[in-house]
Each structure stands twice: as C-alpha cells, then as structure tokens.
C-alpha cells in the first residue's frame, strides 16, 4: 500500500485539494449568485468573480500541499492563470449553453461543468504551470 501511495503521491494529493478548491469554487459561485440575484447580475458576471477568488485560493493550495514548488511564484500564477484560463472558456461556453439556452439550472449546471474542468486543470498544471525548469 505505502509503495503505491509514493507512485501516486502528487495524484492522490490533487484529488483531496481538488476536491476541496472544487468545494471552495461552487460555494464560492452559489454565494455571490444568491448575493447577485436581486440586482440582476447575468450569470457569466457571477461567474468570473468567483472564479477570481476560487482560482487564487487553488493556486495556493496547489503551490503549498501538491506541487510544492520554491519561488516562481508571480510566474507560476500567470501559468497557473492560462491553463485555468482555457478551462475558464469552456466553463463560459457550458454554463451559457446550459443557464441560457437550454434553461437548466444555474447551481445545477455549474456543479456539472466543475467536474470536467476538474480534468483539464490536473492535465495542465502537473505538465505546464508547475513544471520545474531543469538547468543543463
């Protein structure tokens, strides 16, 4: 068990931090569209602000329990930064499709979506925005 464990150690440890920065993103997301909703913000507004709080908060995470990667720190956000932000895209393009044309519902949708962008982001940053450069 402790050999297969160190094999997957960075896998297992992206799980659990996923999973709790996915948990912090959707509440993060429910919060502000409750918070939102008697102003009549439109969705996608709601959504790119918890995404900045909910991406800070998982570059953190990330960079302290997972990769645990020295310095480089404004350099590794804005990396951190492009692969969320492809992933961001898709989540614009779904949550429209779903909330406006289709009319599901907003939290509903969302949580769905999280899901698949849960992947994209580990493909990302385990191959480009913690990567370590080697000298040589």
Not at 36 to 41: D, M
Not at 60 to 79: A, D, P, Q, S
């Amino acid at each position: 068990m402790k050999k297969l464990y160190h094999k997957h150690n960075k896998k297992i440890k992206y799980v659990i931090v996923g999973t709790w920065n996915t948990l912090f993103s959707y509440l993060t997301f429910i919060i502000l569209y409750f918070f939102a909703k008697p102003y009549n913000l439109h969705i996608i507004l709601i959504l790119i602000c918890s995404q900045i709080v909910g991406l800070t908060h998982a570059y953190i995470m990330y960079k302290l329990f997972v990769f645990k990667t020295k310095g480089n720190c404004v350099h590794e956000y804005l990396r951190f930064y492009l692969v969320y932000g492809f992933s961001f895209v898709v989540n614009l393009i779904l949550i429209y499709l779903f909330v406006d044309v289709m009319k599901f519902n907003p939290i509903l949708s969302q949580g769905v979506i999280a899901s698949i962008v849960v992947i994209l982001g580990y493909l990302g940053h385990n191959n480009f925005s913690f990567t370590v450069k080697e000298n040589g």
